[in-house]
């Protein structure tokens, strides 16, 4: 496969790619940066926008002007238009010892994030991320938060089979992926086992899942992404230009584009491309991400801002 750098973005710590039909762009986060960040393949327009905490994660929602995204402790639903931000829920109440880190939407339209033990300073300078404080968050749309699991290092990977009926979420410290049974009816999930655990090079990170139920794991400081069977076997490894690769979402007009964010922090001597926005081309389509289903009152609620 060939690997295309998109942006030579320079993120401390690039996130969350996301693949936005209706607005044809990817839009990503920089943790570290405090930002998030939007490019055109079209029109190669960039913008960005600043944040005055770490912002982790992003999600479509059944609204194509409004996204909801991670950032610090809490989840806030953004427009772009006009830069609007609205409070929607405040999963993490550590901060800010914890921070929350990657998340996705669920086939239900249901909201999935993990949290950790922060480790941005003030000025988004790296901090240890001791412990296993981290927890695994549902967020529903009316904004009621439960917790799911706890005991994670750094939660991250939260994708699910194209059958919906496994759900995968990984602790990179633990150098563990794990599986549980999901039940899309009222969008539960039981019954954890290892999926994969101490696979080399690297650490998990974050995930994108194809339509064959193969799961493609980042490797952050592996240099590569890895695809993993339904069996938890490694099928395909594909290697980076770049140490740090951090999460990937299959994205473009034909689910065939896999976007892939990587790290600056940490890197290795020379990597010049480190902390930018990559792209290759799979033979295989990836899955739509999901959408979060705003509620009836809060549709209502931003009708009017």
Same mark, same amino acid.
């Given at each position: 496969?060939?690997?295309?750098?998109?942006?030579?973005?320079?993120?401390?710590?690039?996130?969350?790619?996301?693949?936005?039909? $209706?607005?044809?762009? /990817?839009?990503?986060?920089?943790?570290?940066?405090?930002?998030?960040?939007?490019?055109?393949?079209?029109?190669?327009?960039?913008?960005?926008? *600043?944040? +005055?905490? !770490?912002?982790?994660?992003?999600?479509?929602?059944?609204?194509?002007?409004?996204?909801?995204?991670?950032?610090?402790?809490?989840?806030?639903?953004?427009?772009?238009?006009?830069? *609007?931000? @609205?409070?929607?829920? $405040?999963?993490?109440?550590?901060?800010?010892?914890?921070?929350?880190?990657?998340?996705?939407? +669920?086939?239900?339209?249901?909201?999935?994030?993990?949290?950790?033990?922060?480790?941005?300073?003030?000025?988004?300078?790296?901090?240890?991320?001791?412990?296993?404080?981290?927890?695994?968050?549902?967020? &529903?749309?009316?904004?009621?938060?439960? @917790?799911?699991?706890?005991?994670?290092?750094?939660?991250? &990977?939260?994708?699910?089979?194209?059958?919906?009926?496994?759900?995968?979420?990984?602790?990179?410290?633990?150098?563990?992926?794990?599986?549980?049974?999901?039940?899309?009816?009222?969008?539960?999930?039981?019954?954890?086992?290892?999926? /994969? $655990?101490?696979?080399?090079?690297?650490?998990?990170?974050?995930?994108?899942? +194809?339509?064959?139920?193969?799961?493609?794991?980042?490797?952050?400081?592996?240099?590569?992404?890895?695809?993993?069977?339904?069996?938890?076997?490694?099928?395909?490894?594909? !290697?980076?230009?770049?140490?740090?690769?951090?999460?990937?979402?299959?994205?473009?007009? +034909?689910?065939?584009?896999?976007?892939? &964010?990587?790290?600056?922090?940490?890197?290795?001597?020379?990597?010049?491309?480190?902390?930018?926005?990559?792209?290759?081309?799979?033979?295989?389509?990836?899955?739509?991400?999901?959408?979060?289903?705003?509620?009836?009152?809060?549709?209502?609620?931003?009708?009017?801002?």
């Amino acid at each position: 496969m060939t690997v295309e750098c998109l942006v030579e973005a320079k993120d401390i710590v690039g996130e969350s790619p996301l693949w936005h039909p $209706e607005h044809e762009c /990817v839009y990503w986060t920089d943790v570290n940066g405090f930002k998030i960040r939007r490019y055109s393949p079209k029109t190669h327009e960039r913008t960005n926008w *600043r944040f +005055d905490v !770490p912002v982790s994660a992003i999600s479509l929602t059944i609204d194509p002007e409004w996204l909801l995204v991670a950032l610090g402790p809490r989840l806030i639903l953004w427009s772009p238009v006009g830069d *609007r931000r @609205v409070p929607f829920a $405040e999963p993490e109440r550590d901060w800010p010892h914890n921070r929350l880190n990657d998340g996705a939407t +669920d086939p239900t339209g249901v909201f999935w994030v993990g949290s950790m033990r922060n480790n941005v300073g003030g000025e988004g300078s790296d901090l240890e991320a001791e412990g296993f404080t981290g927890s695994l968050y549902r967020v &529903t749309p009316e904004g009621d938060v439960s @917790v799911i699991d706890r005991g994670f290092g750094i939660t991250n &990977t939260l994708v699910w089979s194209p059958d919906q009926t496994t759900f995968y979420c990984g602790c990179s410290v633990r150098n563990v992926i794990y599986a549980y049974d999901y039940d899309a009816k009222d969008s539960s999930v039981r019954n954890r086992r290892a999926f /994969v $655990e101490n696979v080399a090079p690297g650490l998990p990170d974050g995930s994108a899942m +194809d339509e064959e139920g193969c799961l493609w794991n980042c490797r952050f400081f592996g240099g590569c992404i890895v695809r993993i069977s339904a069996t938890g076997t490694v099928v395909q490894t594909i !290697p980076m230009p770049v140490s740090n690769i951090t999460n990937c979402s299959f994205g473009g007009s +034909d689910l065939r584009t896999l976007f892939i &964010t990587t790290a600056s922090l940490r890197a290795r001597e020379r990597e010049k491309l480190a902390g930018g926005l990559f792209a290759i081309r799979s033979e295989v389509r990836g899955l739509e991400p999901g959408r979060f289903r705003l509620s009836a009152s809060t549709i209502a609620m931003l009708a009017g801002i």
